[in-house]
């Protein structure tokens, strides 16, 4: 189970690859600036996934609309979540959890996948500006995605 609705989030310092090289990302730098979407997916490269990150990127104006900044996590490199981000278009920061610290922190990290050892599970979060936890969803499988309409009426109310 991930952590649950009014629980503070847990604050991360994760890497993303930019233009000019890595630059750290931080849950707190939203803090009393905006929301959060922080999604968690298993693997770059992967058919649901990459269909959740493009359908995010292709609706991005639709969560910044709402004040809200989206971050994808997975426990992949930051060149491999980068490659992954340019062949795709995914136009979502990405951050990587290679020490999968956040997917423990969160309560998603499912300890072996097809046997490929230990990844994040298909999650989502809503966190508000205070830095609360507003919604909370791990799929029951990492080949469902999670209720984006559910998530976007979960910021419409906190605008």
Sequence with gaps: MPIAVGTKAPDFNLKSKTATGLADVKL???FGKKNTVLLFFPLAFTGVCTQEMCDVTSGLNSYTDLNADVIGVSVDSPFAQ????????IGIRLASDL????ATDY?????????????????????DKRGVVQYSEQTPTPKELPNFNAIRDTLAKLK
């Design 82 to 89: 980068e490659a992954w981000a340019q062949k795709e278009k």
């Design 28 to 30: 707190s730098d939203n």
């Design 99 to 102: 020490n999968k610290k956040t």
């Design 107 to 127: 309560a998603t990290l499912l300890p072996d996948l097809m046997g490929l050892g230990a990844v994040s599970a298909r999650a989502a979060f809503v966190i």
